[in-house]
């Protein structure tokens, strides 16, 4: 039984280590961001990546979970050449959409920057941003399949390629700006981005390169590429559909909170300066413990599937209720450091006093956060996908009616008091979805299940 739990403990080990130091890179930078480009530029780079994720949610999401279900389950048979065969008909499904994406994209940015965002200046950050599509499909699928295998290695190594370039880039880019003179701009972002990605993805293609799967598998098995696609396509058409359909609120939720700010009295600028210190800034702060519920939480999605596959269901409801017994006192914890040193924490890193009042009002959904990602992907694991998607839905439109009703009237703390009602409402129906294992009675004999 113990054996069982290795991959999930290594996994997530691995992807915490790798997910704080990525994290720390990213933190820092966002503060190197902040003092180059300003809490305006911050705001207008922010602006686009809603767009960025609609692009990856077509093109990747339902793909990566696709591809990581079925080589858990066929790396489960021993048979890694079928493995194999999932990650490439999951490329070849991602590539073609995000290839299509990218016309899309680039040849319309004048008309989405303008006539979506309200920004005329994203036309050029979205055309660059455009070229990062396809390479960050690849690395997804390719990440989906070491997840698959519960390896999670090769991913971890390559989000910190990707984080490490990225930076690298930007910097670069900006000591060649300060030679010559000029400012560092939101399309540096952008470039280190496509760079990271790309860097990432080469990352992928080289380890998947160095395997011979057809050595570790000792017997063939005949079986059809056509009806495993129409498999594959059967789980990822859902989770696509439900990821768009997210991305596109979620995209409207960005687009309404500078116009809203504007409604309640800001001009555009400060509006977008609001805006990019929420998101840019203070959010760094608190997503940065998340790092370990995410690695948790990538590792959960296999490691159910498989459970559920053996019927293992007293496994399941431990999973989860350990999940539960181990996301909310961590949330509790930072919900008080937030508290107590938030208004530092926002004036001694980026220097704005704004920034600090945002992360002690954030500082309350904390408990909420860990949690529900970690909810989500049991969920998905389960195949509940459905569910997941009510949930997060729900809450979405939560987001956006706090946004439309209070926020004209006042001001940011509006939004920030529905990210509240959006988590905490989000935590009970996930909880209600998963129910029938909470309820689950412990099993009586502590020889097999040692408690603690």
Known sequence: MKKQKHPLIAGTLILTATGIVTRFIGFFYKIFLSRTIGAEGIGIYQMIFPVYGVCYALTTAGAEIAVTRFVSGEAGKGDLRRARSVLHIGLFLSLSLSLLSVLILYTNADFIAARLLHDARCASLLRIMSITVPFGACHSCICGYYYGLQRAGIPAAAHLVEQLIRVSAVYLIYRVALSEGRSLTPAAAVIGLV??????????????SAERPEKMTKKKRNYSLAALTRSMLATAVPVTGNRVCMNLLSSAEAILIPFTLQQYGL?????????GTLT??????????????????????????????????????????????FCLPMGIVFTILFLLFGKYLGSFFFKSELAGDFIIT?????????LNGTLHSILNGLGKTSAGFFNNLTGLMIRIIFILLCVPRVG?????????????????????ALKEYLQAPEPHSLAHFPQG
């Open 280 to 325: 840019g800034m203070s959010m760094s702060f608190i997503l940065f413990p998340n790092v370990l519920t995410n690695a948790v939480s990538v590792m959960l999605l296999p490691s159910v599937s498989e459970s559920q596959a053996a019927g293992q269901r007293e496994k399941l409801a431990r999973t989860i209720r350990k999940t539960i017994s």
């Open 362 to 370: 954030l500082a309350w959904i904390c408990p909420f956060l860990y």
């Open 267 to 275: 001009s555009a600028e400060r509006a977008l300066s609001v805006y």
């Open 195 to 208: 760079l990271g990605e790309f860097a990432s993805m080469l990352f992928g293609l080289f380890s998947i």
């Open 412 to 432: 940011i703390e509006g939004y920030l008091w529905g990210l509240l009602a959006n988590q905490l409402f989000v935590t009970l129906l996930n909880l209600g």
